[in-house]
């Protein structure tokens, strides 16, 4: 069964740094996705990205957050100046379409800042 | 109301019994519900998508009430195996690509 990949499985970053998080959407999937969950808290909704340029974003998505998609088939979420708030787990997901249609999520990567 | 609300639980049942979790939605022009079941520390997966007035898919079985904005599962015959944490999920916004997860209800099936 095709699945979301990410890479790292965790990042461990000093404060201030920049950070790149990917993800390989499934192939044949047009919209894609990036959540976050800090330790013990609920999946929060990022950003949605289709037709390489963003459809909606959360208050959390920044101007220290940033998305590409730089060939066919990554799919990268940049934090420029990373803060220690912005430890959690990352999850990359994609979707067939967009209304209606399930969203698959990659296995995530754990990021820490210190 | 909360956007999606759920109670976290936990539920401790045995091995075989039917359990059942609820989740309210404030949305009322959401047409589309989804359930996903997560694992400690692992990504969501999903378990069922609920389109209409239910689902049903072995011992899992959802239910929508539009009228009363609430949605639920019921596990029937409940595995060691189901022991998750189950997401109530509900997209959102004008485009409905924002998914909104509520906390998740907790189930810890037990021998």
């Known amino acids: 069964e095709p699945e979301v990949t990410q890479t790292p499985s965790h990042q461990v970053t000093q404060m201030g740094q920049e950070v790149i998080l990917r993800c390989v959407p499934i192939s044949n999937h047009l919209y894609f996705y990036w959540y976050r969950q800090i330790l013990g808290q609920k999946v929060e909704f990022l950003v949605s990205f289709y037709n390489n340029e963003i459809s909606e974003k959360s208050e959390i998505f920044d101007d220290q957050f940033s998305v590409e998609r730089p060939d066919g088939s990554n799919f990268t979420l940049k934090i420029r100046s990373t803060k220690l708030e912005d430890s959690a787990m990352y999850f990359c997901a994609s979707s067939v379409g967009d209304r209606d249609q399930p969203q698959h999520f990659g296995d995530g990567t754990r990021l820490s800042i210190l | 109301r909360k956007e999606v609300e759920q109670d976290p639980g936990p539920f401790n049942v045995p091995e075989g019994a039917t359990v059942a979790f609820n989740c309210t939605y404030s949305?009322?022009?959401?047409?589309?519900f989804f359930w996903y079941r997560q694992d400690c520390r692992k990504e969501p997966k999903l378990l069922m998508s609920?389109?209409?007035s239910g689902n049903e898919d072995g011992r899992f079985t959802a239910q929508l009430n539009r009228a009363s904005q609430y949605i639920s599962l019921l596990i029937r015959d409940s595995k060691l195996s189901d022991s998750a944490t189950y997401l109530c999920v509900v997209p959102m916004n004008t485009g409905f690509q924002k998914l909104v997860f509520g906390t998740g209800t907790r189930l810890l099936v037990s021998p």
């Open positions: 609920v389109y209409s």
């Open positions: 949305n009322s022009a959401s047409q589309s």
